[in-house]
Each structure stands twice: as C-alpha cells, then as structure tokens.
Nanobody
Framework: QVQLVESGGGLVQPGGSLRLSCTAS????????MGWYRQGPGEQRDLVAI??????TNYADSVKGRFTISRDNAKTVYLQMNNLQPEDTAVYYC?????????????WGQGTQVTVSS
C-alpha cells in the first residue's frame, strides 16, 4: 500500500502564487516518477508536470514558464505555481509510480482544490 498526502491548495487572485506538496509513504523501495495532474469541472484529468528520480522534468505547454516541479528527497514532490490564471482553477492530483519488491504501483492522492479568482 502506498499513500500520497497533498497540501497547499487554496484560493488565490489572478497573478498570485501557490505551492503544492505531496509526500509518499508506505511500501516503497523507489519512486521512479512523481507528478501532478489537474481536473477542471466537467473536464478530463490532464498532465501538469512530472519529475523523474533521474532529474528529468516535463510540463504541459499551458504551464511552461509559470509552474516548476521539484523533488527535495525521494518521497516528496512540489509544484510551485506562479502567475496563476483563472483557467488554472482545478483539483490538482499527485501521482506516483513506485516500486516495491517486484511490483510497480501507480498511486493517486486525494486531490487539492486550487481556485484562481478575483
């Protein structure tokens, strides 16, 4: 079992910033990849950014230059979001691909609401 705990969402005005964090715990040997996805009302869940254990990152075009994903240790990932816009309003979900013994597991957090509004 793997648990992901997210924090950092909230209400912010356009142009503002928020920082999301996600920490993994449980049966984990390694976490090759951690990332953030978001889902707006009536929309599908889309990739925001991912970071690998090797240091590679990938971003959705819509957030490039405004969002930064980082990992400060093996089990925590952050998403620094700057210059937030109303279209960034969504529930943000942390995702982790973990290994333990011979098993590869994909896990999701419970989601954290980000609302950008004046």
């Amino acid at each position: 079992q793997v648990q992901l705990v997210e924090s950092g969402g909230g209400l912010v005005q356009p142009g503002g910033s928020l920082r999301l964090s996600c920490t993994a715990s449980g049966s984990i040997f390694s976490i090759p990849q951690m990332g953030w996805y978001r889902q707006g009302p009536g929309e599908q869940r889309d990739l925001v950014a991912i970071a690998t254990s090797g240091g590679s990152t990938n971003y959705a075009d819509s957030v490039k230059g405004r969002f930064t994903i980082s990992r400060d240790n093996a089990k925590t990932v952050y998403l620094q979001m700057n210059n937030l816009q109303p279209e960034d309003t969504a529930v943000y979900y942390c995702k982790a691909i973990t290994t333990f013994l011979s098993r590869i597991t994909t896990s999701w957090g419970q989601g954290t609401q980000v609302t950008v509004s004046s």
